[in-house]
């Protein structure tokens, strides 16, 4: 597919999982991408750089070397670090905060922010109220901007929520109650939309897109990754002490009230029709079941 601009798109994050699956987009559409990064020398950077990424060193506490680096491109992807303590939750404001400045200061055209979901208002969980901080000093600057606002990673269920097998059968544990749906989206897609707007493929609504590629409960998470691996399958509420931080305890409470609301996942694909629902997500990374742990 051809794209709409022949600008250079500067993507911040782009060693990262979401700002990867960006510069996945944008080269998949022929793109010329610069990545803002922490150290060029990195693994990471150096691997961006073998498949034709500009890399530009930045520093997001010097304005300089964000003025530099955004100077002249056509469009600017960024997200926020994690933050695990309301510590790193200032952090990640500076850090936004410093990003969009810098795009005011270069007068980049159209600048896209990688949000969460819930952050069209404050709702007390501090790591989303972040990224509503972030979005208010975005839409005041006086930039077209753009919000996604991305829901739970479908990734998850391959790192800190896969499900485990045991006694031959699948079971997957979540603090969240077994009739609250979970709103979720792949990686891959979160980068695709984010590629086709700043490549003017497709428009945000009001300036903003929740990504939801499905939404479901437990039983039936537990439902599709049994069915994919031919056994059966159960889910487990968890309490939400087993959660590491305060702020994650707050997050999956709002998890379980959001479900009260259903998502509009037709919105995400009239911008990105392929987008993944979590059976097609099983499928496309060919998820296999870890060895029974009760067996070992
Ligand atoms: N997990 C979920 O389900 C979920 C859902 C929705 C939203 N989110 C949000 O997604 C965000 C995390 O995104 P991700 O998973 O894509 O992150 P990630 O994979 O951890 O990548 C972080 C990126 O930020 C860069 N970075 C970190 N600190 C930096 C700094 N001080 N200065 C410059 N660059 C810095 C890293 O670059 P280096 O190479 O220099 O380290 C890396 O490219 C969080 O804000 C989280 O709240 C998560």
Redesign the pocket.
């Known amino acids: 597919m051809s794209t709409q601009t022949t600008g250079t798109i500067a993507v ?9 699956a960006v510069v996945d987009a944008l080269l998949a559409h022929g793109a010329r991408v610069r990545a803002l ?3 060029p020398r ?1 693994d ?2 150096r691997a961006l750089a073998a498949r034709g990424v500009e890399l530009a060193a ?3 506490d010097d304005p300089a070397s964000l003025a530099a680096a955004l100077a002249a491109v056509a469009g600017f992807s960024f ?5 695990n303590s309301l510590e790193e939750v200032e ?2 404001i500076r ?1 936004g905060t410093a990003l969009v400045d810098a795009a005011v200061g270069a007068g980049v055209p159209h600048v896209v922010f ?1 949000s ?2 819930g952050a069209d208002r404050k709702r007390g969980v501090p ?1 989303h109220d972040s ?1 509503h901080a972030i979005e208010e000093h975005l839409r005041a600057s006086g930039l077209r901007a753009s919000m996604v606002r ?4 479908m990734e ?1 269920f391959a790192g800190v929520l896969a499900p485990s097998l045991e006694h031959g059968e699948i079971v997957l544990r979540m603090p969240l109650p077994e009739d609250a749906a979970l709103k979720m989206i792949s ?1 891959r897609d979160i980068g695709r939309v984010i590629a086709a707007l700043l490549l003017g493929t497709a428009q945000a609504p009001g300036g903003a897109v929740e990504l939801v590629g499905d939404e479901l409960t437990g039983p039936r998470i537990a439902a599709l990754f049994g069915a994919h691996a031919g056994l059966p399958a159960r889910y487990e509420v968890l309490p939400l002490s087993v959660l590491p931080t305060d702020l994650d305890r707050v997050m999956f409470r709002e998890f379980a009230k959001a479900a009260e609301h259903p998502g509009d996942p037709a919105a995400v694909r009239s911008i990105e029709p392929a987008t993944l629902d979590l059976a097609q997500w099983i499928r496309a990374t060919d998820w296999t079941p870890p060895t029974d742990a009760a067996a070992a």
């Open positions: 911040f994050g782009a060693t990262g999982q979401q700002g990867g990064v922490r150290d990195s990471r950077a930045v520093r997001t997200m926020t670090p994690e933050a952090t990640e850090i990688n969460v979901f790591h990224k991305a829901t739970a990673f998850n990686i």
